[in-house]
């Protein structure tokens, strides 16, 4: 796993550098919008929404434009999103899930394949990757907020199934099914979490050699740049070298 870790920790630093806010900002209004006309549009009863907002403060996004998204929502305003996933394989063989909010499936069926076959790898069918990973909830707090002792059993506790903490912070893993009861147990105990939500976790990491893995972190940040885009997860781990050259 401290591959992927590795490769999260990269993109987020380089998301923050190089992100356009009003891109970043539009996709975090997206999903908040998505997940309260999914389900009610009260944070407390909601854990996507519930998710969808701690993310959108973790970006500094401003109070009146999170709650103008839920007001879509509740006035049935905006476009009709679909939800699709899809996966495919990238540079060096990895892995790769995208999960898209769109209005426009075949435009961005488009898009997708067409990010996937300039970056070297290609489009599979829905299932061909999935079953390579673990869709569960994921639960981060800062290292600071307690020492890993302690977070492992409050986490034990709140009936999570797994805890990785290292000096980039704790990461509580629950089924999809406990997720909302572990994290409202959690910011009870600890406060608000820097990140909640539902991932796609690798059962296990390819390794790749420093050319491939550049390959592959160029693949996800294109895919990442289409507005349709609002999460990619992959398999694969990179050379220390690289992790120190790429967050230089």
Request: glycine content about 10%.
């Amino acid at each position: 796993m401290a591959g992927h870790s590795q490769f999260k920790n990269i993109m987020h630093r380089k998301g923050r550098q190089d992100a356009a806010k009003s891109k970043l900002f539009g996709k975090l209004a997206r999903e908040i919008t998505v997940a309260a006309k999914l389900g009610v549009p009260d944070p407390a009863m909601n854990p996507r929404l519930r998710a969808a907002i701690i993310a959108a403060r973790a970006e500094n996004m401003p109070k009146d434009n999170i709650e103008r998204a839920i007001k879509k929502a509740v006035g049935g305003e905006g476009e009709n999103y679909e939800q699709i996933r899809y996966e495919g394989y990238g540079p060096g063989g990895v892995a790769v899930i995208v999960e898209v909010l769109t209005e426009n499936r075949n435009r961005t069926a488009g898009e997708v394949r067409a990010t996937f076959t300039r970056s070297g790898g290609n489009l599979a069918e829905t299932g061909a990757v999935a079953f390579m990973f673990d869709h569960m909830g994921v639960v981060e707090y800062d290292a600071g907020v307690t020492n890993p002792e302690a977070m492992f059993d409050a986490a034990l506790e709140a009936g999570a199934d797994d805890v990785a903490s290292s000096e980039n912070g704790h990461e509580i893993y629950a089924s999809a099914d406990h997720f909302g009861s572990v994290a409202k147990a959690l910011e009870q105990k600890f406060g608000e979490p820097r990140k909640a939500g539902l991932v796609w976790r690798p059962q296990n990491t390819v390794a790749v050699d420093d050319e491939q893995g550049e390959k592959v972190l160029k693949l996800i940040e294109n895919l990442n740049d289409s507005d349709d885009v609002q999460n990619v997860y992959a398999n694969f781990e990179i050379s220390d070298a690289l992790v120190q050259k790429l967050s230089a």
